[in-house]
Structures are given as structure tokens and as C-alpha cells.
């Protein structure tokens, strides 16, 4: 058996490369979609965005520095979170080093991920510049992350974690299309031409200071996975879905966070949260000098501001009340989510949001929304 990567473009049963084999036909095992997830510090809460909707995960390490680095364990904590149980990790560059010191970086990996969710994932070592081993992990994502169950009868509801405006400057008037969310179905199929909602949609404050929200309503005009287009789009994986929503308002990801669903089918805009929460025991991802302790993670202090990542939405929090693990929080930007959802907790340190733990919503203030206009 040998297992190879192609864009969703090719045939189903592409002629075999491998010598000896050319005239046999390999066959379509499973679709996947990638979300790149940067690994830069500063760009945590877009990590934590992209965790919200994903099956498995490939944690990369690079051979030729040392293990852990600082944001690798703030990753690993933020897989945890996000309750991402399939992990493989992919000890990359390894054609830069010798074969004694990849076989210590090994150990090394092995003992850092001891007693994390991690635990028993398989480290691979690759090189993805020489393409060496890259069938291997193929055949890990077939046979190591499973399929999760997918829900096809409830009402659909989209993350969406892109949002563009796909039109080009000098379009005629009846050229412009409408505006284009992208993200990943939880549950439900959307349809072409369906009627769809979305919330939080478009937010202002009145001249008290209150918020106000209007859900955008439009209709499906198109469905894309990569080049395929499709008639209707079913949980899992990503899915570009063009609607007749005026272009200005998904352009440069203006929709991010955003819930995208059946009209009147879609969770409570929240303002207010009231989570109970666990703090991490020490801050993750920050560089420590010789032999200094990583810092310990403070209370959460009354007045603090906080960043919560919910679903793929990055919002500033500040806290009411706090008591024992339970915290009320007032967001700076509304949030159409459930209760019992998870959410991510990130503090400023040294000007950087850290990650320093996770709560799960309980109750909340919610906004009211104007009626169904049609």
C-alpha cells in the first residue's frame, strides 16, 4: 500500500506513479482541508481561531531547534482546550541534522508530550523541502484521524473564520457579486439558493452607548470546496459560500467570528458572559532566563481586561465579578454562541496575549434582535 497527496482537482482514481505499479489505479480515500495555524507568538488568538473547527491537528517541530519552544507548549495547551484529541507530530527538517541528534530531539519530544493529549501520538520524522516520508503521514492522517460523526438533520450553522469580497476594482455594476464567507459547517447542509442568516451581522452603538445588532439575511448564489463547486455542502472541511450579501461587508475578513445558518435557527447574541473557568497553573509561551520559574498565572482581578477566543471569534473581555471559578464578563463585541460552549482565556504579558486558561459559558446578558424582516 502506498499512500500520495493530491489537490482536490485530480481524478478519483489517478494511474499509480510508483514503478512496477503504473498501470495499476490508486483509489480516493478522504478529503482533507488544511488550516494553517501559525506558530508565531503573537499571532496566538488566530491559532486559537483556526482550533475552533478542526478534527485533528499535525503539531510541526522543527528538527533543528530545540524542543519545546516557547509556543509549542501554548499550542499544546490550546489543543487541550479546544478538546482535539487526534494528534500526529511531525518532526520536520530533519535532512539538516545528524541522525544521533534527530534521535535525542526524539527523546526530547517524547518526554514533553508525556501525560498531554499528546501522549500517544506518533512523531514522524519528515522533510518536507525533500518530500521524504511525506507518504507516511499521509497514511497516519488516513488511519489515525478518524472521520468524527457529523450531524446532516439539524438546522445548518457555519463558523466563519475568512470573508472576502471577490470582486476586482473596475467592475461594471452588473458584474459585481456578492460577498464571500468562508469557514466550516458544524452541523446541517446548506443549500444553493437557500435563505440564510447572519449573527451577530452588523453592529452599532446608539447615542446612549448601547449596542445594537442587525443580522444580515442574504441567499446562497454558489458553494465552492478548493475549484469544486457544489450544489450543497455537508459538515467538514472548508467551504467558500458566495451569497448576495453586499461586498463591503465581508471584504478583508470583516465576518470573522461570525455564525452563518438557517434564518431563525441561530443561538443568542451575547454581551454579557458568565463562565466558570480553570487558569492554567503557569504561563505558557514565555521565554525564561537560565534557571527562572515560568511565571505563575495571577487570579483573575476585577476590572482586568481579558481576551476571549469563542468559537473563531477573538473579542476583549472585562471583568465584572469574579467568585471562586465563576466570572461575569463584559465583551467589547457581541458573540452569537451557546451555552456550555468553550471559550479561550488570554491575558496581556509583556505586551503579548498569553493563554492562561479556559472556561465554558454558563449563563449571559442577551441582546435583542429585530424581527425577521420577511
Known sequence: MCYKAYGSGKEDTPLCDVPGFENCRMK????????????????????????????????????????????????????????????IILQNKVDLIQENVAINQHEAIKSFIQGT??????????????????????????????IPERNFVSPPNMIVIRSFDVNKPGYEVDEIRGGVAGGSILRGVLKVNQMIEVRPGIVVKDESGNIKCTPIYSRIVSLYAEQNELQFAV?????????????????????????????????????????????????????TKGSERQGKV??????????????????????????????????????????????????RVEKHWRLIGWGQIQAGLTLDVPPIPF
Open 28 to 87: 480516493l480515500l478522504r478529503h482533507v482541508s488544511f488550516v494553517d495555524c501559525p506558530g508565531h507568538d503573537i499571532l496566538m488568538a488566530t491559532m486559537l481561531n483556526g482550533a475552533a473547527i478542526m478534527d485533528g491537528a499535525l503539531l510541526l517541530i522543527a528538527a533543528n531547534e530545540s524542543c519545546p519552544q516557547p509556543q509549542t507548549s501554548e499550542h499544546l495547551a490550546a489543543v487541550e482546550i479546544m478538546r482535539l484529541q487526534h494528534i
Open 235 to 287: 459538515p467538514g472541511g472548508l467551504i467558500g459560500v458566495g451569497t448576495t450579501m453586499d461586498p463591503t461587508l465581508t471584504r478583508a475578513d470583516r465576518l470573522v467570528g461570525q455564525v452563518l445558518g438557517e434564518v431563525g435557527s441561530l443561538p443568542e447574541i451575547f454581551i454579557e458572559l458568565e463562565v466558570n473557568f480553570f487558569l492554567l497553573r503557569r504561563l505558557l509561551g514565555v521565554r
Open 117 to 146: 493529549v499528546a501522549d500517544a501520538a506518533p512523531v514522524v520524522p519528515i522533510s518536507a523541502q525533500l518530500k521524504y516520508n511525506i507518504d507516511v503521514v499521509c497514511e497516519y492522517i488516513v488511519k489515525k484521524i478518524p
Open 298 to 347: 495571577s487570579k483573575l482581578a476585577k476590572g482586568e481586561i481579558l481576551m476571549l477566543n469563542i468559537g473563531s471569534m477573538s473579542t476583549g473581555a472585562r471583568v465584572i465579578a469574579v467568585r471562586n471559578d465563576l466570572a461575569k464578563l463584559q465583551l467589547t463585541s457581541p458573540v452569537c454562541t451557546s451555552k456550555g460552549e468553550k471559550i479561550a482565556l488570554s491575558r
